[in-house]
């Protein structure tokens, strides 16, 4: 086992071990076993109209000429799952892989529609996060107007990076060849090696760029991340807790951020509940609730998660090896 697994476990387990000394685990299991099976059905529904949003986006966003919208779903599912097993945020890096195992699509381009995705999903959360804190400002105890002003300059260095970033790593390319070239470098087999991986993902984000999906990328983002808030208020109504929608919003939000911050554990096991509970807290739930719906609404996602995805590569299995009458 590698050091750096090693790493991403204890990690993991020393954030999951502090949570769970904040609540009994009787609480954990009763909460999970009074679910309201309504409520999980509605939230998993919408999360598989979740996925089926960000499979369109991809179709949007990469030339998926021939690629059928099915192996794009299995595809974003599988991803997906990856995103809560692997460590170290490896899961992101299972979306090119899968898109250059199953349909064929370049690595590069894979690892450009990925970079674009996130970009469109880091804009999306953020302006959520900036419309539900306006009635949050007393707890939070943070000038409004900064914080407004410190995502829009952030927000706008990225999409302007976005924009230009074929020439930003082609240009990075030639420097790197140049300072290979006076240092010696050049002699080392890497050395041109990571030079055509950077032009190949330039070349990736030049044709996103030049097919300009703008909006059919946005819309489809949006729409992925009503289903999604929706899925995780679904899921709450079902654990019995009833909180208004502008508490619920930011609850949850303050999860998915803390989700996505780059720590090296396995998958987003931990990270995503101590987001979900300090948003829960600021607005008011109990310490044991806050921490207990945390790991409820994380454990029935992975299921859901899991069972998607294993009805998808039966699909793709049954696909690949037709029946004998099939062919």
Same mark, same amino acid.
């Given at each position: 086992?590698? =050091? ?26 009763? $909460? ?26 991809? =179709?949007? $966003? ?16 599988? /991803? ?16 090119? &892989? ?65 924009? /230009?970033?074929?020439?930003?790593? =082609? ?37 996103? #760029?030049?097919?300009?999906? &703008? ?19 679904? /899921?709450? #109504? ?48 109990? #310490? ?29 299995? =049954? ?9």
């Amino acid at each position: 086992m590698s =050091k750096k697994l090693i790493l991403s476990f204890l990690i993991t387990a020393g954030i999951l071990f502090v949570l769970l000394l904040q609540i009994s685990l009787k609480d954990l299991y009763a $909460l999970l076993k009074t679910v309201d099976l309504f409520w999980v059905a509605l939230g998993s529904s919408a999360y598989l109209l979740a996925v089926l949003f960000r499979a369109l986006r991809f =179709k949007w $966003l990469i030339d998926s000429t021939g690629i059928p919208l099915s192996d794009l779903f299995r595809i974003t599912a599988f /991803y997906h799952t990856s995103l809560m097993i692997l460590p170290s945020k490896l899961g992101e890096f299972s979306l090119p &892989y899968l898109l250059n195992k199953i349909s064929g699509i370049n690595v590069a381009q894979g690892l450009a529609s990925l970079v674009v995705s996130r970009v469109y999903d880091f804009f999306i959360v953020l302006m959520v996060l900036v419309s539900v804190s306006v009635g949050f400002q007393g707890l939070i105890k943070v000038n409004l107007l900064l914080v407004i002003f410190l995502i829009i300059f952030l927000i706008g260095f990225i999409v302007l990076g976005l924009l /230009y970033m074929s020439s930003l790593l =082609k240009y990075f390319s030639n420097v790197l060849g140049r300072m290979s070239d006076r240092t010696g470098w050049g002699k080392a087999k890497y050395i041109p090696w990571i030079q055509e991986k950077m032009n190949e993902v330039a070349e990736g984000f030049s044709a996103i #760029k030049t097919r300009r999906t &703008y909006f059919p990328v946005s819309l489809t983002s949006l729409a992925s991340w009503v289903m999604i808030f929706w899925t995780l208020y679904a /899921y709450m #109504k079902s654990f019995g807790i009833d909180l208004p929608l502008m508490k619920m919003l930011f609850g949850s939000t303050i999860g998915v951020i803390a989700n996505a911050l780059p720590i090296s554990g396995i998958g987003n096991w931990g990270t995503l509940e101590a987001g979900w509970a300090a948003g829960f807290l600021i607005v008011g739930l109990s #310490k044991e609730k806050a921490i207990a719906t945390g790991f409820g609404v994380h454990i029935i996602i992975f299921i859901v998660c899991a069972i998607l995805s294993f009805f998808c590569w039966l699909t793709l299995r =049954k696909q690949k090896n037709p029946s004998p009458a099939a062919r």
